[in-house]
């Protein structure tokens, strides 16, 4: 059985920091991990992932503030959330990128920015 679950999210004052924890379970030619995130009225969008050998990638938006990292032995991606603004505030999805089928997503944890 897949899981994936998302734990760490709240609210937090801006320049506040949060630490996203996700769990994952059961999947089988894993690629990569990786981050998502949604506000209200807007499209999905990339935080970061992280491949099987390490390698990290970040959308525009984050980088140098958000840190992505891995713990294979556990099963489990973080993602240290640093200088938070407001405009970080959304619902944040982990997701399982896969060699060959479909990709995984968690139920998503909600960050809340107040300015």
């Known amino acids: 059985q897949v899981r994936l679950v998302e734990s760490g999210g709240g609210l937090v004052q801006a320049g506040g920091s949060l630490r996203l924890s996700c769990v994952y379970s059961?999947?089988?030619?894993?690629?990569?991990m990786g981050w998502y995130r949604q506000a209200p009225g807007k499209q999905r969008e990339l935080v970061a992932t992280?491949?099987?050998?390490?390698?990290?990638n970040y959308g525009d938006s984050v980088k140098g503030r958000l840190t992505i990292s891995r713990d294979n032995a556990k099963n489990t991606v973080y993602l240290q959330m640093n200088s938070l603004r407001p405009e970080d505030t959304a619902v944040y999805y982990c997701h399982a990128d896969r060699i060959i089928g479909s990709d995984y997503w968690g139920q998503g944890t909600q960050v809340t920015v107040s300015s």
């Open positions: 059961g999947i089988f030619a894993l690629k990569a």
């Open positions: 992280i491949n099987n050998g390490g390698s990290t």
